[in-house]
């Protein structure tokens, strides 16, 4: 019924810059938080970002003043625009939100396919 679709990974150089962009649809009647998370291989999932519908944002501390996240209500899309990218940030990133479909009105957490980014040294 929902589907968060990710996009914008790819290769980079250190120091480089990516855009990622994650599309919610769907039978959508709201959503919530809308985040990012990251795994890097032999790794746990970690959170890299966080923004509320009213945009308050979070972000671990190993990506504070590099990344930002942002959102198009309207579009119900997430973005995380990563600058001075480091080899330590090479993950996969998912794109997770809290969904309130229209059918039963009540929230449920999602995550998208994850896409891959990879950063050279």
């Known amino acids: 019924q929902v589907q968060l679709v990710e996009s914008g990974g790819g290769l980079v150089q250190a120091g480089g810059s990516l855009r990622l962009s994650c599309a919610a649809s769907g039978n959508i009647f709201s959503i919530n938080v809308m985040a990012w998370y990251r795994q890097a291989p032999g790794t746990q999932r970690e959170l890299v970002a966080t923004?509320?519908?009213?945009?308050?944002?979070n972000y671990a501390d190993s990506v504070k003043n590099r990344f930002t996240i942002s959102r198009d209500n309207a579009k119900n899309t997430v973005y995380l625009q990563m600058n001075s990218l480091k080899p330590e940030d090479t993950a996969v990133y998912y794109c997770?939100?809290?969904?309130?479909?229209?059918?039963?009105?009540?929230?449920?957490?999602?995550w998208g396919q994850g896409t891959q980014v990879t950063v050279s040294s």
């Open positions: 997770n939100a809290d969904i309130v479909i229209v059918t039963t009105k009540r929230p449920w957490n999602y």
């Open positions: 923004m509320t519908t009213g945009g308050s944002t």
